[in-house]
């Protein structure tokens, strides 16, 4: 089976900074990655898909990329309401989770 | 509105059985594959079942193939987890999800696009 491991597990940056994440896949995979963002007390929201492609009403902030092995997620410039925990997402599997809290 | 609508979750003893329903609106549900995806307290993200527009084809993970059943009713608009012999593993929010398939740069690829509130289960004596 294949495992998505997500790093760091948490990333404090103050608003503003661009944040970086990081899936990376036990095996090549397909580009068919998503990116999902959970708030506490909500339900997961899906922000890209086709490892870059942004789901409908997602800021351009939000950008993904990779292939292979190695996905990354990027949001530009943080903004009060990205702190939150982001997945990555394929198939059958969940990345564990990156937290993106305020320094 | 589109949304889907969890319900049935509770406290059960360890053994126990539960049912959960998901009731769509907003969309034509019998269109859209569904899954059902669980969150352990302050754990990640976990697929749990899978089932097709038709209910021809059914998934279940490991951990849950042989007590859970998936199940959908599409005239009424409604996705169902039979849960079985409960463990204290299985103690979780459950979500139920609507999948968006997609062709992207050649590849088809499947993701969920809608997800409902959750149902929390606690399995505990």
């Known amino acids: 089976d294949i495992v998505m491991t997500q790093s760091p597990a948490t990333l404090s940056l103050s608003p503003g900074e661009r944040a970086t994440l990081s899936c990376r896949a036990s095996?090549?995979?397909?580009?068919?990655l998503a990116w999902y963002q959970q708030k506490p007390g909500q339900s997961p929201r899906l922000l890209i898909y086709g490892t870059s492609t942004r789901a409908s009403g997602i800021p351009t902030r939000f950008s993904g990329s990779g292939s292979g092995t190695e996905f990354t997620l990027t949001i530009s410039s943080l903004q009060s309401e990205d702190f939150a925990v982001y997945y990555c997402?394929?198939?059958?599997?969940f990345g564990q989770g990156t937290k993106v809290e305020i320094k | 509105e589109v949304q889907l609508v969890e319900s049935g979750g509770g406290l059960v003893q360890p053994g126990g059985s539960l049912r959960l329903s998901c009731t769509s609106s907003g969309f034509t549900f019998r269109s859209y594959d569904m899954h059902w995806v669980r969150q352990a307290p302050g754990k990640g993200l976990e697929w749990v079942s899978y089932?097709?527009?038709?209910?021809?084809?059914?998934y279940y993970t490991d951990s849950v193939r042989g007590r859970f059943t998936i199940s959908r009713d599409n005239a009424k608009n409604s996705l169902y987890l039979q849960m079985n012999s409960l463990r204290a593993e299985d103690t979780a929010v459950y979500y139920c999800?609507?999948?968006?398939?997609?062709?992207?740069?050649?590849?088809?690829?499947?993701?969920?696009?809608?997800w409902g509130r959750g149902t929390p289960v606690t399995v505990s004596s």
């Open positions: 999800a609507r999948e968006f398939s997609v062709m992207v740069t050649g590849n088809l690829g499947w993701y969920f696009d809608l």
């Open positions: 997402h394929l198939e059958w599997t």
């Open positions: 095996q090549s995979v397909s580009s068919n």
């Open positions: 089932i097709s527009t038709t209910s021809n084809t059914i």
